[in-house]
């Protein structure tokens, strides 16, 4: 309702400025109530996003904001929405960092998170990543909820042989890196799939039409507010 408003608020401001021209066709009429209808809006907390009480980011880095994106394997609206987060994510400016964060459910969550911290620390993840997406969820190679010997076979193909992985998979690193996303997820109250944090403070609640640009307006806040400090 409060967005509705403030559209039509703005359209009854628009069509008599632009009437002061010349009468408008019917054309130009359906033009400006598009454009206003269509207009980005600002984020809203309690409607685009909410404020996270415990605010800390994940893994902090100086002079640079942080933008995390809670997800699963498993998820098809977290594979759904990759190729949108790939497009935006090549487009960041240097001092926004993106941080994938696999979501420690239980279940059959649990070996697809772990999975993707091993191939980070097998320096695999930028090859494997998308392709655990499309076995998943396009090829249906994998299965949803693998096994350590099937993960290893499947992981094979980035060069990695099975026994490494195996180990790597069960090993004190990866169980430090599951402790510490179990933690984040805690703190910062996500529930579902796909979920971002910008910089440790704003939960990020709009739909994945809008979640990109409340991002970027989130980021973009983040940003003046470090300026304003450094004044």
């Known amino acids: 309702m409060r967005l509705f408003a403030s559209c039509l608020s703005l359209l009854l401001f628009a069509l008599p400025a632009a009437a002061q021209t010349g009468p408008m066709s019917e054309a130009a009429i359906d033009k400006a109530v598009d454009a206003v209808l269509n207009a980005p809006r600002s984020a809203t907390e309690g409607i685009d996003y909410e404020v996270i009480e415990d605010a800390a980011p994940y893994e ?34 240097k001092d926004v960092k993106f941080t994938p964060v696999p979501a420690p459910f239980g279940g059959y969550w649990t070996p697809y998170a772990r999975a993707y911290f091993a191939a980070k620390a097998l320096g695999i993840l930028d ?60 703190r910062t109250g996500v529930e ?18 809008d979640a990109l640009r409340v991002v970027d307006q989130l980021v973009a806040r983040e940003r003046a507010a470090a300026r304003a400090r450094g004044r």
Not at 138 to 152: I, M, Q, S, V, Y
Request: proline share 8%; net charge negative; glycine share 8%.
């Open 60 to 93: 902090p880095v100086a002079g640079r904001i942080e933008v995390v994106e809670v997800f699963g394997y498993t998820c098809p609206h977290c594979a759904h929405f990759e190729p949108a987060v790939e497009a935006w994510k090549d487009r960041l400016p």
């Open 127 to 186: 090859r494997s990543h998308e392709a655990v997406f499309r076995a998943l969820h396009e090829e249906g190679t994998l299965p949803r909820n693998p096994t350590d010997d099937e993960l290893a076979a499947f992981y094979v193909r980035f060069g990695v042989q099975p026994t490494h992985f195996i180990a790597t998979l069960n090993g004190a690193a990866v169980d430090a890196q599951m402790e510490k996303a179990e933690a984040f997820v805690r």
């Open 192 to 209: 579902g799939t796909p979920t971002l944090i910008v910089a440790g403070k704003y939960r990020v609640t709009a739909g994945p039409k």
